[in-house]
């Protein structure tokens, strides 16, 4: 499963936060939409002090490559949604 729609848009914190509530919602059950916008937010409170852009632009792309990976880990066989 390719990352969703506009993750090649995402530069700014805000952008990926969104992104990734985005990406929660594509979860197969509420328990593991919620663990994960849990995740996200703790994430957030975590780096908010961040003000290096390089290393801001490493936690985007980073962060785009784990919802990614964690879209694949939950997709159904045969391609089912």
Same mark, same amino acid.
């Given at each position: 499963m ?6 090649? +848009? ?13 990406c ?26 961040e ?19 964690? +879209?694949?880990k ?8």
């Amino acid at each position: 499963m390719a990352p969703l729609p506009g993750a090649e +848009l995402v530069q700014r914190p805000l952008q990926l936060y969104r992104y990734l509530l985005r990406c929660c919602r594509q979860l197969p059950t509420k328990g593991i939409q919620e663990h994960y916008k849990h995740a996200v937010r703790q994430n957030f409170l975590v780096h908010a002090d961040e003000d290096d852009p390089q290393r801001i632009r490493q936690i985007i792309q980073r962060a785009i490559e784990d919802a990614d990976w964690i +879209l694949n880990k939950y997709k159904k066989p045969n391609g089912e949604s």
